[in-house]
């Protein structure tokens, strides 16, 4: 985990699993096996309790979607984190 930013990969099926209203893509279908990676992906990272702040854009070959969570991190999280409680 470099920079302690997670970098997280879901599958084909775990995607299918994510409940929600994703732009569909027969492209990224054909491809990957699932209509939609980018939105069901961002959703799947906030446990799929987050809201879009930005739908799908693609350009250039990237395609992004960004969704807002609210956590709170656990007092063990925090400890092997070394984050200070106030």
Same mark, same amino acid.
């Given at each position: 985990?470099? +920079?302690?930013?997670? /970098?997280?990969?879901?599958?084909? $099926? %775990?995607? !299918? @699993?994510?409940? =929600?209203? /994703?732009? #569909?893509?027969? /492209?990224? !279908? #054909?491809?990957? =096996?699932?209509? +939609?990676?980018? #939105?069901?992906?961002?959703?799947?990272?906030?446990? $799929?309790? =987050?809201? /879009? &702040?930005?739908?799908? @854009?693609? $350009? +250039? =070959? &990237?395609? &992004?979607?960004?969704?807002?969570?609210?956590?709170?991190?656990?007092? %063990?999280?925090?400890? $092997?984190?070394? &984050?200070? %409680?106030?």
């Amino acid at each position: 985990m470099a +920079n302690r930013i997670p /970098f997280l990969t879901y599958s084909a $099926e %775990e995607l !299918k @699993q994510v409940k =929600g209203d /994703f732009q #569909e893509s027969s /492209f990224v !279908k #054909e491809k990957t =096996g699932v209509d +939609n990676v980018c #939105e069901r992906a961002a959703m799947k990272a906030a446990n $799929e309790e =987050g809201t /879009f &702040i930005l739908r799908k @854009q693609a $350009e +250039n =070959g &990237i395609t &992004i979607a960004i969704v807002k969570y609210d956590w709170k991190l656990e007092r %063990e999280l925090a400890k $092997e984190y070394r &984050i200070d %409680e106030q």
